[in-house]
């Protein structure tokens, strides 16, 4: 938690990394982590007051202003603003917008050499695209936790999730089959599929890729790939009996590495605070609050 706590800017915010300028995307996840760490952070309410700086109009939060059609970052804010009053305003705006924008999609060709169903609505990563995963499980969960979790669009991206899942078990960027062969799956988007599927699908239409996922774990090194697999499975109540020793054995590849950048230093850190908070196993504890609190490089 120092190293994150290291890199909150002066007027509040936080950048990718040290010494960098601010980023939405990396301040989002920031809030994320730091209210489940600690609700009376005192470095909050700043944080949130300038995540609001990036959201135009139109309620979208985008990764620049150079780059205002990179709106993905519009989930994680409704998120990182959600349950906090002065912010009400602006966590309603971003809300809006998912409800109203959608990825770019069409009617599914018998000739299609492509297997999904690219007629299913769900949220890309940038303006005018086709819609992908990670974007739409980020979408689906802020609507959930925003009290939309009844709406159309919910209930199409959820479908979309679904419908992209590989025969076999697990997720990628958003394809199934391309010319008739299988792609592979990927440990983060399978994560973050499980973790927006929570509550809103039977197990049974998942397992393989839950399967797929508690086979991967174990070999997970890196803290985007482990984070989200942990996310995913912890969302299931699967949290993993190692899970403390695999976050422990992330953080301290940083000395190898070099230290992660702040979202997926968060993304970790949220990973660890969810299996310590949903699990029995009396290691989680510890890793939320002797290993975090000195993440750093040894």
Wanted: overall charge negative.
């Amino acid at each position: 938690m120092r190293l994150l706590e290291s890199r909150a800017l002066p007027e509040g915010g936080f950048p990718a990394r040290g010494g960098e300028p601010f980023r939405s995307d990396a301040t989002a996840w920031a809030i994320l982590a730091l209210s489940r760490l600690d609700p009376a952070y005192s470095s909050l309410g700043s944080a949130r007051d300038r995540l609001t700086t990036a959201q135009d109009p139109d309620g979208r939060v985008s990764m620049s202003r150079e780059h205002e059609e990179a709106f993905w970052p519009t989930a994680l804010s409704v998120l990182a603003w959600h349950g906090s009053q002065p912010h009400e305003l602006h966590c309603s705006r971003g809300v809006q917008f998912l409800l109203n924008t959608t990825g770019q999609h069409r009617s599914k060709n018998p000739d299609d050499q492509v297997g999904h169903d690219p007629s299913i609505p769900g949220w890309p990563w940038i303006d005018r695209t086709h819609s992908w995963i990670e974007p739409t499980a980020l979408s689906v969960l802020a609507l959930r936790v925003a009290g939309h979790g009844q709406h159309d669009r919910v209930s199409e991206g959820i479908r979309m999730m679904l419908d992209r899942q590989l025969p076999h078990g697990g997720w990628n960027y958003g394809n199934t089959t391309v010319y008739g062969r299988e792609l592979h799956p990927m440990p983060e988007s399978t994560g973050a599929a499980l973790t927006g599927l929570a509550g809103q699908a039977e197990q049974g239409t998942v397992a393989r890729s839950i399967d797929y996922l508690q086979g991967e774990v174990d070999r997970l090194r890196t803290p985007i790939s482990l984070g989200w697999g942990l996310l995913g499975l912890a969302a299931w109540d699967l949290w993993p009996s190692n899970g403390a020793a695999l976050v422990e054995r992330c953080v301290v590849n940083q000395a190898r590495y070099g230290e992660y950048d702040t979202s997926a230093l968060c993304l970790l850190l949220l990973a660890a605070v969810e299996g310590a908070g949903g699990a029995k196993n009396t290691l989680f504890p510890r890793v939320t609050h002797q290993h975090l609190s000195a993440i750093h490089p040894r």
